[in-house]
Nanobody, 115 residues
Framework: QVQLVESGGGSVQAGGSLRLSCAASGNIPTLNIMGWYRQAPGKQRTLVAT???????DYGGSVRGRFTISRDNGKNTVSMQMNSLKPEDTAVYFC?????????WGQGTQVTVSS
């Protein structure tokens, strides 16, 4: 069983920054992709950023250049630095850990950006 616990959400004004963190615990397969997705009210959950165990990253188009994802394999954590936040970044952010056979999600953390 894998558990994901997110932290770091909150409220910030446009142009500000936040840092999200996610800690994974349990029986974690070596080969995995960790990442962040977000879901705004009334909208589908979408990709924000992912990172493989060897550091290969992928970003959603709207956050590229503003958000940076990173991970610590020794601690089984993934973090995301979010800069130049915009009101349209407001959403619940979910941590995800995906392996060949399993797909795990965290409970989500709210990020609210005011104009």
């Amino acid at each position: 069983q894998v558990q994901l616990v997110e932290s770091g959400g909150g409220s910030v004004q446009a142009g500000g920054s936040l840092r999200l963190s996610c800690a994974a615990s349990g029986n974690i397969p070596t080969l995995n992709i960790m990442g962040w997705y977000r879901q705004a009210p009334g909208k589908q959950r979408t990709l924000v950023a992912t990172i493989t165990r060897d550091g290969k990253t992928d970003y959603g188009g709207s956050v590229r250049g503003r958000f940076t994802i990173s991970r610590d394999n020794g601690k089984n954590t993934v973090s995301m630095q979010m800069n130049s936040l915009k009101p349209e970044d407001t959403a619940v952010y979910f941590c995800r850990l995906r392996t060949a056979n399993y797909d795990h999600w965290g409970q989500g953390t709210q990020v609210t950006v005011s104009s």
